[in-house]
């Protein structure tokens, strides 16, 4: 069995879903014909220190020559051109979505990823997307041809439907508190429906970004919404679970997704979804099992939840089509395969 070597920045255990990735990747490319090691990077990518690159540097440079490397795309497009081209190498670039992609930043930071991303991206041997909004992107934007580029979606675990709470309406949301991931609209946006009946949950960690965390709590108390909203922290297995199967619906107007694998959990649960039409959303969410209205656009996230919400027939249907939808989604075993495919393509 070949061997692959998987380079990824940080610390493999983070809770997000690029990193949840990773790991079951790792789990599942065995039985798709590749064994996979795990090379830990820096953490410092996309933006790494000196130190940070020398120490990448090192690490390749102690691989044999022709070794089969898989780099997550948050290292990959960040690599100097000059560091990748002086490994004997054969690069496949794994990207969840264009570094320049990510929102908060800077027109000139965002220009300096896109220009180092594209110079990076041309000294692959393949490159690996988990959307079709991403390997478009890769094509018309960053001039990667199209035959380098494999589409392997994440998995998703077949899961019990959703049972829903037996009093007011439960919503959930299921991401780390950061700026792309628009909690500020969700909270303004739920502010607009105090007259309705319903409490959230939001899962995920609130110590990645202290000044995004800090403005969701304000904001909360600003509209007065301390007792219907909830930081759950982050949660895992059973209680992870658990907070799917009492939920009613599911909600997150994410600036922009490469994905969304919280999208497909949830309706593999059969919830219906709220989000916005941003990235490959407009995908993974397809019509008739959600609602997506435009980004940073409380008024419009608002008038969803109060149809969702005012409709119990409406939620009914949604969620079948969730359910429906969620019996068709890609196994991690079809994500290893087409992985797959990606390292052969780059083997020497």
Known sequence: MPDVWFAVPGDLATLTGGYAYARRLMAAL?????????VPLPAGFPNPGADELQTTADIFA??????????????????????????????TALVHHPLADETGISAPDAAR???????????????????????????????????????AEPGTDAAPRAVGSRTAPKLLTVATLT????HDVLIEGLARIKDLAWTIDLVGSAERDPAVTAKVRALITQHGLEDRVVL????QNAGLDATYAGADIFVLPSRHEGYGMVFAEALARGLPVVACAAGAVTDTVPDGTGLLVPPDDPDALSNALRRLLSSEALRRSMSERAWDHGRSLPTWSDTAAHVAEALWAAAP
Do not use: M
């Open 113 to 151: 990823l896109k220009a180092g991303e594209r110079a990076a991206l041309a000294l692959a041997q393949s490159v690996v997307v988990t959307s079709a909004h991403t390997g478009k992107t890769l094509a018309d934007q960053y001039g990667v041809p199209r035959d380098w580029i494999y589409l």
């Open 62 to 91: 102690s691989l044999k020559p022709g070794t089969n490397v898989l780099v997550d795309g948050l290292a990959f497009g960040a690599l100097p051109p000059t560091l990748l081209s002086d490994c004997d190498l054969s690069f």
């Open 30 to 38: 065995p039985a798709a014909g590749w064994f996979a090691h795990h």
């Open 232 to 235: 759950r922290g982050e949660l």
């Open 179 to 182: 700026h792309r991931k628009a």
